[in-house]
């Protein structure tokens, strides 16, 4: 079956590091961008930024630049979602999201993982 | 920065009555670049609608997408229980990509 399964939920104290994944299965996994999406408590979808697994190519929403870092193994297949010092504000469900090539640019997502649900507190 | 704005943010319909959703942007969508997703209670997003008007693999032919450039409908024609969730556009034609507030279609 063509999924994108996340690692687990999370609990974490603030100042802390994590770093979530993502692993594509039966599909190229380099032949679509990857995209991560943050979901707030009770709130709507956010884009934050993409990754190209062949190369790790990657950009970055505005709001989010210089906040979390994307990466990615192709050799196995997973992308990754990582912060260097948690704050109580990244509670939160991450969504990654395989990402269509439409015109030589990243398109819409036609592929969601189930979410990794971050908490932060302390 | 493209801002999309839904409306209503809350629609509550029947079974088998008709949805209309709107989705209007701040500034022209690239190539009509817009997509549709649902959102069930607990769940992931899943993909409706790209390119406007287009529908996923999969997707029953009761949702449809249509409208350019600034102005965008998605219309469920006879509600089905599983429909009742949240509905969200975006628009890939631009950076940063954007997502619109969301509209939550409630049974009434």
């Known amino acids: 079956e063509v999924q994108l399964v996340q690692s687990g939920a999370e609990v974490k104290k603030p100042g802390e590091t994590l770093k979530i994944s993502c692993k594509g299965s039966e599909y190229r996994f380099t032949t679509y961008w990857i995209g991560w999406v943050r979901q707030m408590p009770g709130k709507g979808l956010e884009w934050m930024g993409f990754i190209w697994p062949g190369d790790s190519d990657t950009r970055y929403s505005p709001s989010f630049q210089g906040q979390v870092t994307i990466s990615a193994d192709k050799s196995i297949s997973t992308a990754y979602l990582q912060w260097s010092s948690l704050k109580a504000s990244d509670t939160a469900m991450y969504y990654c999201?395989?990402?269509?090539?439409?015109?030589?640019?990243?398109?819409?997502?036609?592929?969601w993982g189930r979410g990794t649900l971050v908490t932060v507190s302390s | 920065e493209i801002v999309l704005t839904q409306s209503p943010g809350t629609l509550s319909l029947s079974p088998g009555e008709r949805a209309t959703l709107s989705c209007r942007a701040s500034q022209s969508v690239s190539s009509n670049y817009l997509a549709w997703y649902q959102q069930s209670p607990g769940q992931a997003p899943r993909l409706l609608i790209y390119?406007?008007?287009s529908r996923a693999t999969g997707i029953p032919d009761r949702f449809s997408g249509s409208g350019s450039g600034t102005d965008f409908t998605l219309t469920i024609s006879r509600l089905e229980p599983e429909d009742f969730a949240v509905y969200y556009c975006?628009?890939?034609?631009?950076?940063?990509?954007?997502f619109g507030q969301g509209t939550k279609l409630e049974i009434k």
């Open positions: 999201a395989r990402t269509k090539v439409i015109g030589g640019s990243q398109g819409y997502f036609d592929l």
């Open positions: 975006q628009q890939y034609g631009s950076s940063p990509r954007t």
């Open positions: 390119g406007a008007s």
